[in-house]
């Protein structure tokens, strides 16, 4: 009889400290995917403030691409007003595309790329991009983490009603930006 009544204590407190694990677990991801989304917010801000900086650069010499200019300026505004991964993700798709035309146009300003103002302001916008990248990849890895906690069996069974109800949203590339990345680099001397 005895036996039985420490049988069925031990049983409850591993079946609370399987709870207890799987909630605090559940918690530790969240929050850490809450910190590296921060991470990758803090980063578009720094990008998001150096474009005033690379505009003002480009139309000393480009005056009369005011449409790229105007393209960029609302680009960066939409961007700024994102909010989640997935709105984040689409805001920033347009935005790199206005930055392209905005660098096609500097292309076509050989004293402009010689500028040292023009060169340390794309150094420190390729810096910001990769860090960009690498907040990306870790936030990426982190919902990775959650998600798939959150969806293992015996948590699954565990979480609803620990209140993680939905995934983590990813913060992925859209296709034409995959297909993109995927080419090769076309190198010219």
Same mark, same amino acid.
């Given at each position: 009889?005895?036996?039985?009544?420490?049988?069925?204590?031990?049983?409850?407190?591993?079946?609370?400290?399987?709870?207890?694990?799987?909630? $605090?677990?559940?918690?530790?991801?969240?929050?850490?995917?809450?910190?590296?989304?921060?991470?990758?917010?803090?980063?578009?801000?720094?990008?998001?403030?150096?474009?005033? $900086? =690379?505009?003002?650069?480009?139309?000393?010499?480009?005056?009369?691409?005011?449409?790229?200019?105007?393209?960029?300026?609302?680009?960066?505004?939409?961007?700024?007003?994102? $909010?989640?991964?997935?709105?984040?993700?689409?805001?920033?798709?347009?935005?790199?595309?206005? =930055?392209?035309? =905005?660098?096609?146009?500097?292309?076509?300003?050989?004293?402009?790329?010689?500028?040292?103002n023009f060169q340390e302001l794309q150094a420190?916008?390729?810096?910001?991009?990769?860090?960009?990248?690498?907040?990306?990849?870790?936030?990426?890895?982190?919902?990775?983490?959650?998600?798939t906690k959150r969806q293992t069996f015996p948590?699954?069974?565990?979480?609803?009603?620990?209140?993680?109800?939905?995934?983590?949203?990813?913060?992925? =590339?859209d296709e034409a930006q995959t297909a993109e990345?995927?080419?090769?680099?076309?190198?010219?001397?």
């Open positions: 009889m005895v036996f039985a009544i420490v049988a069925i204590v031990i049983i409850i407190l591993l079946a609370l400290a399987f709870v207890f694990s799987s909630y $605090n677990g559940l918690v530790r991801l969240n929050q850490q995917a809450d910190e590296a989304w921060s991470d990758i917010t803090v980063q578009l801000k720094r990008r998001y403030d150096l474009i005033p $900086n =690379l505009v003002s650069s480009v139309k000393g010499y480009a005056a009369h691409e005011k449409q790229v200019f105007e393209d960029v300026t609302l680009a960066r505004a939409k961007a700024l007003g994102a $909010n989640g991964p997935a709105q984040t993700a689409q805001a920033e798709n347009q935005f790199q595309s206005t =930055l392209k035309s =905005l660098f096609a146009v500097a292309e076509n300003y050989p004293d402009l790329k010689a500028s040292q420190e916008l390729v810096d910001t991009e990769d860090k960009i990248q690498a907040s990306r990849r870790f936030y990426n890895g982190i919902v990775r983490e959650f998600n948590t699954r069974i565990f979480a609803n009603k620990l209140g993680y109800k939905n995934n983590k949203e990813y913060f992925e =590339l990345v995927e080419q090769p680099v076309n190198v010219q001397f």
